[in-house]
């Protein structure tokens, strides 16, 4: 894999360690994770994370997400290709990217603090979320619109002197049932006359700020996600210092380009991570159990599915790493076609491979039991977060005809 594209000797030894770290701790910690969750009441936190995030932080593991090395805020200096390589093995476990401080949404919230906040705005947001003290939620998609358009979103972001009242209504914010959740990032309308691209913007909005209802935790296939959850949220008459917006007026857009092209990587190769332990664990239960005389590994349709999951991991991984290498090389404009692949060739490649596991483990694949039925819940929410599929195969197939119209 690295013949094609090669990391650096810091990035080998981030991998060595962080596989490393995962068998020491992180596989051993789920099963006590989940009870610690079932125990404590579902939204609290579980004492066993902030053990491992302690242990991440001492191990060196921590923020490896930044790139970015500037004065106080130290990021590990690693590529989107380096990243997307640790990536693919803390997707390997549901909880494997909190302890290093590398969650979604946390993580794509404080690149955007650091590229597009002010000063204070780091001082107060972004340092605790790399503390890993706080955490936060991004408001962008609405329940009475189709958000796959954020040209749709309708929540009004209005200015009143010297502060901007917020009002309308969020869900799918992931982690704001989070007791730990402390900010947003909420995209909403500033001018509803301005061009169809210039008409939003993104504010910062304290999460315990007088206006903020969380209104209900929506599950995910029957999965609440707890500690970290997803909620509906309404915002009414929320009240903000016009400090807090992002960039300025009419730059919402602007700051969702940049915001979301690297988490795609980091979602593709959590995808591909997930897929690789769904794989394993189909050839270990086929491998110890037999039915009618002979081990569910030797049957054709088992070697069949093995076959086409190991096919179509390694060709998803490689269109993961080629895109996120173009973006190195030649910037996230460029890589547009690229990265909406990987959004709808990882996100069904996960779906189909944790269903075959699924099915060779009978009925104990449905169940608790495994992680395989909370794998495949997420596995499916990989064809919307982002954008829907559909949205994505839109723009490949418009970039791939531009080259054909005069």
Known sequence: MYDHFPISDHAKKMRE??????????????????????????????????????????????NMFLPHDAGEYKGAGLT????????????????????????????????????????????????????GEIRSC????????????????????????????????????????????????LMGKTDPDAQTHKQQSMILVPFDSPGVTVDRHLSVIGYDHAPHGHAEVTYKDVRVPVTNI??????????????????RIHHAMRSVGQAERALEMMCQRGMDRTAFGKRIADMGVTKHWIAESRCEIEQARLL?????????????????????????????????????????????????DTTLASAFANARTMRLVDGPDEVHRETIAKLELKQYRN
Not at 24 to 52: F, N, S, T
Not at 324 to 346: F, P
Not at 355 to 364: E, N, P, T
């Open 320 to 368: 993961v790493l080629h895109a996120a290498y173009m973006m190195d090389t030649v910037g996230n404009k460029v890589a547009r076609k690229e990265i909406a692949m990987i959004k709808v060739v990882a996100a069904n490649m996960v779906q189909r491979v944790v269903d075959r596991a699924m099915q060779v483990h009978g009925a104990q694949g449905v169940s608790q």
């Open 138 to 185: 991004f408001a962008m998609t609405e329940p009475s619109v189709a958000s796959s358009d954020a040209t749709n979103i309708e929540t009004r972001i209005e200015r009143d002197g010297d502060e901007y009242v917020i009002n309308g209504t969020k869900w799918w914010s992931s982690g704001a049932m989070d007791p730990r959740c402390k900010i947003a990032i």
């Open 80 to 131: 989107n290709l380096e990243y997307g390589t640790l990536c693919e093995i803390m997707g390997r476990s549901s909880i494997g990217s909190e302890p290093f401080n590398c969650s979604a949404p946390d993580t794509g919230n404080m690149e955007t603090i650091f590229m597009y906040g002010t000063e204070e705005h780091k001082a107060k947001w972004l340092k605790p979320l790399l503390d």
């Open 17 to 62: 360690k962080l596989l490393q770290f995962m068998e020491d701790h992180i596989y051993p910690a789920e099963k006590i994770y989940y009870q610690q969750v079932e125990e404590g009441g579902r939204w609290c936190v579980p004492p066993i994370m902030e053990e491992l995030k302690a242990k991440g932080k001492e191990s060196g593991l921590w």
């Open 246 to 263: 992002l960039l300025g007026e009419g730059r919402g857009f602007e700051i969702a380009q940049g915001r979301l092209g690297p988490g």
